[in-house]
């Protein structure tokens, strides 16, 4: 699977959207973009995915660039309970099975 | 519904013994992953099942550990000779496929092991 670029930390208030970026230059024409998060103590949970167009679901939001080179996950009012890691992860339709997590982005929301 | 269920949740082992850790995936699920998680370190891909066909195994980090699943059910992961390094949470998930607009991960809370 491609390598993608995320910040290492972010903090937002509470009550305000969450822009978190993701930076994924080597996509290739049929990778889907995936977001999952991990709270503390958890095991990761799947939030949003996209392939081309902006997607929207109940917990958050992903706005792909029109070049596909890079995606914003965005949360529309952060809580506290959306303080976790965020993880962006491009997985192609063929190749490795492996679906593999970098480092993510920690995100902290401050009450 | 049931989500993925992993047991025990914990389990605290001697050095060297063997111990056998357990996943039931979503019904119908027919994708499975074993991803190994040390504290405060991202995750690693330890092995994948896709139905029948051939496991990956490419993420096993030795031949002292091993993993089973028959078609789409239950899945056991076995660590031999457990050593120190062992010490971590395992996690399972399931997705009801592989790759795709259908491909969507579903983690267990996972296996905190602890060798002693």
């Known amino acids: 699977d491609a390598k993608t670029t995320q910040p290492n930390s972010m903090e937002s208030n509470e009550e305000e959207p969450v822009h978190l970026p993701c930076n994924h230059s080597t996509i290739s024409g049929t990778d889907y973009i995936h977001w999952y998060r991990q709270l503390p103590s958890q095991g990761p949970e799947y939030v949003i995915h996209?392939?081309?167009s902006n997607v929207n679901n109940r917990l958050a939001s992903l706005a792909i660039a029109e070049d596909r080179k890079s995606s914003t996950l965005i949360l529309h009012r952060a809580t506290l309970r959306d303080a976790a890691v965020y993880y962006c992860i491009l997985r192609g339709s063929a190749g490795s099975y492996q679906l593999t997590f970098g480092k993510g982005t920690k995100l902290s929301v401050i009450p | 519904g049931a989500g993925v269920s992993q047991s025990p949740s914990n389990k605290v082992t001697e050095k060297g013994k063997d111990v056998e850790l357990r996943c039931d995936p979503i019904s119908g699920h027919t994708a499975l992953y074993w991803y190994r998680q040390r504290l405060g370190q991202g995750l690693e891909f330890l092995i994948y099942?896709?139905?029948?066909?051939?496991?990956?195994k490419s993420g096993l980090p030795s031949d002292r550990f091993s993993a089973e699943r028959t078609g789409e059910s239950v899945s056991t992961l076995t660590i031999q000779r457990t050593q120190q390094e062992d010490s971590a949470v395992y996690l399972c998930?399931?997705?009801?496929?592989?790759?795709?607009?259908?491909?969507?991960?579903?983690f267990g809370s996972g296996t905190q092991l602890s060798v002693l």
């Open positions: 099942f896709q139905g029948n066909s051939a496991p990956d």
């Open positions: 996209g392939l081309t």
């Open positions: 998930a399931s997705s009801p496929t592989w790759g795709g607009a259908n491909e969507k991960l579903f």
